[in-house]
């Protein structure tokens, strides 16, 4: 058996066209979005649902303002697709797009309301 080193891990290099091979279809399965749990729903939907208000700010949203306006309607993930690969009503929230883009792709830390 042929062993490499990376770093301090030895790599078994017999094994190591497998592991390669695993993470490509792991990232092919990602990028096709083979395990993403989604529903549908609507901007207007979500907003009813949420009162009109940002779940960032708590202030209302103004469904009428339309991109790239700092404060019109988005749509806001609370915990991210890349982290729960989760599209459902019960991970989204109403949010200006100005909150939203602050907020970045870091949860809020906020437990997850089961609502729908």
Same mark, same amino acid.
């Given at each position: ?19 390669? @091979?695993? !993470? ?13 749990? +989604? $529903? *549908? ?23 009428? @303002?339309? !991109? ?13 697709? +890349? $982290? *729960? ?32």
């Amino acid at each position: 058996m042929q062993v490499r080193s990376r770093g301090t891990i030895p790599l078994c290099l017999e094994h190591q066209a497998e592991r390669k @091979l695993e !993470r490509y279809r792991r990232k092919n399965r990602q990028r096709r979005g083979d395990d993403i749990v +989604s $529903e *549908s729903y609507t901007l207007a939907q979500i907003a009813a649902r949420d009162g009109f208000r940002c779940g960032l700010c708590g202030l209302l949203v103004n469904m009428r @303002l339309r !991109r790239p306006n700092p404060l019109s309607p988005s749509i806001d993930h609370m915990v991210p697709i +890349s $982290e *729960s690969r989760d599209d459902t009503r019960a991970n989204v929230q109403l949010a200006h797009l100005s909150c939203n883009v602050a907020k970045g792709v870091r949860p809020m830390g906020e437990q997850l309301a089961l609502i729908g």
